[in-house]
């Protein structure tokens, strides 16, 4: 969809010529739950995006119409309102977390639509603050280095919204590119853009269609329990500041010491560390095979030692392992529900997707939604 769609839309609301900006969703290939631990991730951007289209307004509201919600909202920029536990809360924290960076923003006309799916685990969130941000930026022909930018979504995130998620999502939704999953070290910031052979595999994404309530306040203690590793291995490692920088090896001479749930926990996101840089290699050396591998081990340490899974995710994943053509399938993103992401020869897509759709739903009795998924550009303005 281009920009006189858009244009279009926003003039059924507002009366004004907009700019139109758009950041994409994300789908994670491996490294889960290793970001708030300064480890390693490996996403791609989807060809879902959110599009925000904008102009200015001469007084300090912001007028917001989702497409998605079928709402129109207001929030006033002089006032200095907290979270409202509204949709609006991401707008309205980027707007918060610009103006702390001395971006004296004026009020806006907001028209925003989205094409990823809300709160399925392939961050509708982040696609919605990197969107706004360019957008609300563009208002004061302001200028943030990508980094920044991403780092502006994230704290609108943790700080407004009140979700205290790690640098991920934006950072990949700022810096994706066609054809390239993103190697990401969450402490550096260091990155490398990794092709995918997309003559040979399809990213399948399967939406479970559930989201089980238990998601915030489970990830709030997978992150205590982490922590909790970091403070009892210091005292034979010291100088440790993160899971990351212990070794599978080091964690090996000392998870004795560690309380069972913890030595699980711990466990998962030194192993899923190693196999995301395992997995570069693999696909630096184009074994596909061995990538699945690692996709499918990263799934049973979520699923036992994370314990982050649930019933439906696990038979999506069963239920795919059996298909011709899969190489790898896992769980992805924070978990009890959301999605699975699956590396599929190109060749078996078709029968893929008919097959695990009759499947799961034969399983569960819920219908789930598949989207073929190719690896694609970070958030731009589009002309
Ligand atoms: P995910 O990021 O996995 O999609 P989150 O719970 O982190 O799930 O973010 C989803 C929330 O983001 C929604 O509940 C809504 O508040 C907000 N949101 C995302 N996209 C839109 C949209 N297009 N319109 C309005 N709100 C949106
Ligand atoms: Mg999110």
Known sequence: MDKIYFADKFKSHFNAQPRVFRAPGRVNLIGEHTDYNDGFVFPMALNNYTT??????????????SENMAEMTAVDLNDNESRRGHWSDYVAGIARMLELESFELPGANIYLESDVPVGAGLSSSAALEISSALALLSTVDGKLSAAELAKLGQRAENQFVGMNCGIMDQFISVHGEKDHA????????????????????????????VKHELNSSEYNKRRAECEKGVRIMIADFPGIKALRDVSLQQFQQVENKLPDIVRKRCRHVISEDERTLESIDALNKNDLQRFGELMNASHESLRDDYQVSCKELDIMVEEARTLPGVLGSRMTGGGFGGCTVNLVQVNQVENFCAEIEKRYQGATGIAPKIYISSPSQGAHETF
């Open 52 to 65: 925000v289209a904008i102009s200015p307004r001469d007084d300090r509201a912001l007028k917001i119409w």
């Open 182 to 209: 993103l190697f990401l070290d969450c402490r550096t910031l260091d990155y490398q853009q990794v092709p995918l052979p997309s003559g040979q595999i399809r990213v399948v994404i399967c939406n479970t269609r």
